[in-house]
């Protein structure tokens, strides 16, 4: 089974603060995904990477970067957390060709004080 | 901006009903669609995929997908309590490489 885990499953952090999620895959997938959910705004793509070092901007960059130093590693990062920003936070990958079916990880439910 | 559309509900489905749900697409050049299902406080987790026109089958499941129409939809037979979830349909255009676009999510109900 395709397992991706994320750094944690709540973070509270306050405004202005440097925020890291972490989220890793176990099955050798290329691409790797971040999205933000929001109730009635569905999912929202962040970035994405389909390499390490690779990156493309999402639907809703502005805020965030993000990191692809290994493979199965992909890491977003608020540079300066603000309350806009509170949102569940969800990490997802796939191959790069074939069924390019996502599976999600548990999702980070950040809160920005 | 390529469009995914779904009816937000809730959809009140008796339990053993068909539930019924439908998404819209904007991109006429998407070639991958998927179902997920989504519980609450949850991620979601992948139901199925659908890449031809017709019919695609899986347990109570079953994926329809109509290319010349833009639509594709979920049939969920014998309906179950624990069917109870906010289904999302995503989509992926000709030339994404593996981006998603998801709708927003049908919720649904189940009564006993």
């Given amino acids: 089974d395709v397992k991706v885990t994320q750094s944690s499953r709540y973070l509270v952090k306050r405004t202005g603060e440097k925020v890291f999620l972490e989220c890793v895959q176990d099955m050798d997938h290329e691409n790797m995904f971040w999205y933000r ?12 990477s389909y390499d390490v070092k690779m990156k493309e901007k999402g639907d809703i960059p502005e ?45 980070t439910r950040l809160t920005v004080t | 901006q390529k469009e995914v559309e779904q009816n937000s509900g809730p959809l009140s489905v008796p339990e053993g009903a068909i ?3 439908n998404c819209t697409y904007s991109d006429r050049g998407s070639q991958s669609f998927f179902w997920y ?9 992948l139901i199925m995929f659908i890449y031809s026109n017709g019919d695609k089958e899986d347990g109570r499941f079953t ?47 189940v009564t006993p």
């Fill in chain 2, 63 to 109: 994926a329809q997908l109509n290319k010349a129409s833009q639509y594709v939809s979920l049939l969920i037979r014998d309906s179950q309590p624990s069917d109870s979830a906010t289904y999302l349909c995503a989509v992926m255009g000709e030339t994404n490489w593996g981006k998603l676009q998801f709708g927003a999510g049908t919720q649904v109900v």
């Fill in chain 1, 37 to 48: 959910q929001d109730p009635g705004l569905g999912l929202r793509l962040i970035y994405f």
């Fill in chain 2, 37 to 45: 299902r989504q519980y609450s406080g949850k991620s979601p987790e």
């Fill in chain 2, 19 to 21: 539930a019924s749900l």
């Fill in chain 1, 63 to 107: 805020g965030y970067s993000v990191s692809r130093e290994k493979k199965e590693r992909f890491s977003l990062i608020l540079e300066s957390a603000s309350t806009n920003q509170t949102s569940m936070y969800l990490c997802a990958s796939s191959l790069f060709r074939g069924n390019y079916e996502q599976y999600f990880g548990p999702g």
